[in-house]
């Protein structure tokens, strides 16, 4: 649609939002890692602080407000704040200080948070011009939704508006008025137990390797690997035959589900592992999404096939919708789409072994096979 000229001229250069509107996702140099992916952080309360500077009378009280007065209100449970700084000097004085759990900052000295959320003009590059700073707090619910947005005023009554905002905020789990459940599929039955006991087999015969996870760096989509964040063991089947019955079992008993609630028909499987996360290992991994790299991006649904269920610890949970956490029986599935923050609880009796694969269709497959020229040295090449 084209806008006239002079509607045009009125549009404001701030990007501007409101209640209910989803918050960009962005990665941004911070107190708590040079590269902290917001969209992490969700399955909380999540308040952002725009207050720019805390050179200032007013970013100082602000900075107060939450770093002493307030204090006791962020625990990371319920509720998290990040504030935003774009002046080089909070970092360099120490005036903005991460204090864990619930407060870290981020550095913002480029203006990419700022630029995405409306405290600078979307259309102007950092550090060129003086701009006015628009400062405001924003709350986000637990699915990275805004809540509730405050303006700074003159007087300071902002920052006791808020705290009492936030003091007032229902559970987590209870934060639509009520729990709401996670919006993925359970299907019992999709392996036969003398099938999941083959598979068992397999992964005790051959032995699994340390499987790590898939990061962006530099531009390219490379493995990681950090004990801290993820602890399991893979063995890889790449016998024909038995590829062969894995997809099979998927197509007739997956799908059709997945075709049925999500009205997508998935085509494609990657990855045909049994992993193991053992008690012994600490076995766990922390909330992540699926597709959030390049080589990654073509993820439509995560499929967990539980082949045991003979242990403790090791549930799927999903923090954007509540604490609940989920076991599949033995032979079932739980099938999530791959956007979805999702966590697996640290085993502590037995071992959790699983089936593991990715689904995606023939539009999916053409955007892997186009990320090959994304994919960093020992992550292997894909073609349609």
């Not at 002079?6 to 996702?25: E, I, K, T």
């Not at 480029?110 to 707090?137: C, E, M, N």
């Not at 893979?234 to 997809?247: A, C, K, M, V, W």
Request: charged share 25%.
């Amino acid at each position: 649609m084209t806008v006239p000229a002079s509607a045009a001229s009125q549009r404001s250069p701030y990007r501007a939002f409101q209640v209910g509107d989803p918050a960009p996702w962005f990665v941004q140099n911070s107190t708590a890692n040079p590269q902290f992916h917001f969209e992490a952080a969700a399955g909380r309360y999540l308040v952002l602080c725009f207050y720019g500077t805390g050179s200032d009378e007013v970013g100082r009280e602000t900075l107060r407000a939450f770093q002493e007065t307030h204090r006791d209100l962020f625990d990371d449970d319920k509720i998290a704040l990040f504030g935003v700084s774009c002046d080089p000097s909070d970092l360099s004085e120490a005036r903005a200080r991460q204090i864990v759990p619930g407060i870290r900052h981020f550095w913002d000295f480029d203006g990419v948070v700022g630029r995405l959320y409306g405290t600078i003009p979307h259309d102007v590059a950092s550090g060129k011009v003086q701009v006015a700073l628009r400062r405001f707090w924003m709350v986000l619910n637990p699915t990275l939704r805004i809540r509730a947005i405050f303006p700074f005023r003159n007087d300071g009554s902002d920052r006791e508006e808020v705290m009492a905002y936030l003091r007032a905020l229902p559970p987590v789990d209870h934060f639509a008025g009520f729990e709401i459940p996670a919006p993925i599929l359970i299907i019992p039955d999709v392996f036969e137990p003398a099938f999941c006991q083959h598979l068992i087999g397999l992964y005790q015969e051959h032995g699994g390797e340390e499987s790590g996870f898939m990061r962006e760096v530099d531009g390219k989509t490379v493995a990681a690997h950090d004990p801290n964040h993820k602890r399991r063991k893979d063995f890889t089947i790449t016998d024909p035959e038995l590829i062969g019955q894995l997809q099979r079992r998927i197509i007739r008993r997956v799908n059709p589900e997945i075709e049925k609630v999500h009205f997508f028909q998935p085509t494609r499987m990657e990855r045909y592992i049994v992993s193991c996360y053992a008690a012994e290992d600490g076995g766990h991994f922390r909330a992540h999404r699926d597709n959030t790299t390049k080589g990654t991006a073509h993820r439509r649904f995560a499929v967990s096939v539980n082949l045991n269920d003979d242990f403790e610890g090791g549930e799927v949970s999903f923090p954007e919708y509540g604490s609940r956490s989920y076991k599949a029986p033995l032979g079932g599935a739980v099938v999530f789409s791959a956007p979805l923050l999702h966590a697996v609880s640290k085993v502590t009796s037995g071992r959790r072994f699983a089936f593991l694969p990715f689904l995606y269709d023939e539009a999916a497959a053409k955007i892997r096979e186009a990320s090959n020229a994304a994919l960093g040295e020992g992550v292997g090449a894909y073609k349609a």
